[in-house]
């Protein structure tokens, strides 16, 4: 057989991609506009409630914000990957894809621009409460001029929970604000030069020195937070994680100081949260992700006017989402023709 008749049979054959449910739709759109000279790869979006109905038919399967569990990857006969399009894979049966032959990944943060536009979001964050967003809205309906008083981020000492990408990237951004940075990480030993492995991070220590003022643990996080007028998350949540963020956190920060949210919802505990809010203990929280998504506009937490919501957006950036749809992309034509999968990270 010629080789232009191999191509003509690979062409002929169809790998096919299923992004599960609609919300974050530029992901498949941005994907299936990469994917538009290759016809024969088939990008499908359907709702979350039809993915077990018709997950059997594709070959590689991005999760978006769907609960990926042993049930739904049993129905999965053809799939070669699970993948996420971005770096959460909590949602995911990562043993239960494991038993059944499946690959499961993650596009790593840093290489993606993910985790840069997560960073700026933290700011963005960070900056609105400090200036009294909801405040200064009100002052406009209202024409007056000079109010509120707001703060500034010079001086301030930032507290980092979770150095990974997220955690990096916001740290380079923040030093030309003359903050001091404080961190908590599980190891500060070197980060590998393979691109597979922390989220193709190849930092070393002496750079940590420059950017991080003081470091510590897992077992600092208390004492750390007792020094910090900003804390921000950065943690991945699992079932070390999970909740960490609790009413013992909150009596351990200092009183006034702000919580930024760029991770997950689920790292924090709701009921601590509107507690510490009525109480005035803690001083702005703004968060990106929720406990529940989308989150009701009606609830509690959105009543004080120290609270900043955003719908999910950090990581949503056309830089990054072009990013990691060439990255899906990729990785479909790789399957496709039977090549070695680059450019993810995997899990399992």
């Known amino acids: 057989m010629g080789r232009s008749e191999a191509v003509g049979r690979m062409e002929q054959r169809v790998t096919r991609v299923l992004f599960c449910g609609p919300l974050h739709s530029a992901s498949q759109n941005y994907t299936r506009e990469y994917l538009s000279h290759y016809p024969f790869i088939q990008v499908d979006d359907v709702p979350i409630e039809d993915v077990p109905k018709v997950i059997g038919n594709y070959h590689i399967c991005v999760v978006k914000n769907m609960q990926m569990n042993s049930s739904v990857i049993s129905r999965a006969k053809q799939m070669k990957l699970l993948v996420q399009f971005g770096v959460g894979l909590e949602g995911v049966d990562v043993d239960a894809a494991t038993k059944h032959g ?18 700026e979001m933290a700011i963005y964050l960070m900056l609105g409460l400090l200036r009294k967003q909801s405040q200064m809205q009100n002052s406009i309906k209202l024409k007056i001029l000079g109010e509120p008083v707001g703060e500034s981020l010079f001086g301030k000492t930032v507290f980092i929970i979770g150095f990974g990408s997220i955690g990096l990237e916001l740290a380079k951004r923040l030093k030309p604000f003359d903050v001091r940075i404080l961190s908590t990480k599980r190891s500060w030993t070197s980060y590998s030069q393979d691109p597979s492995q922390s989220d193709g991070l190849s930092v070393q220590n002496h750079a940590f020195d420059d950017l991080v003022d003081e470091k510590g643990s897992h077992d600092d996080i208390y004492k750390f937070a007792s020094l910090a007028d900003i804390i921000v998350c950065c943690l991945s949540l699992n079932r070390e994680t999970a909740g960490i963020i609790n009413e013992s956190f909150f009596s351990s920060m200092k009183k006034g100081a702000y919580f930024i949210n760029v991770a997950r ?22 968060f990106d992700v929720a406990w529940t998504e989308p989150f009701d506009p009606d609830d509690p937490i959105l009543k004080f006017p120290n609270v900043i919501i955003t719908p999910h957006v950090a990581g949503i950036t056309e830089q990054s989402y072009r990013s990691m749809a060439k990255v899906v992309g990729d990785v479909a034509l790789q399957l496709h023709e039977g090549a070695p999968l680059t450019g993810i990270e995997f899990v399992n």
């Open 102 to 119: 499946i690959k499961v990944a993650r596009i790593p943060g840093r290489s993606s621009g993910n985790a840069a536009s997560c960073a």
């Open 265 to 286: 919802g689920g790292l924090l505990k709701y009921d601590a949260v509107v507690h510490n809010l009525e109480s005035g203990h803690l001083g702005g929280f703004g």
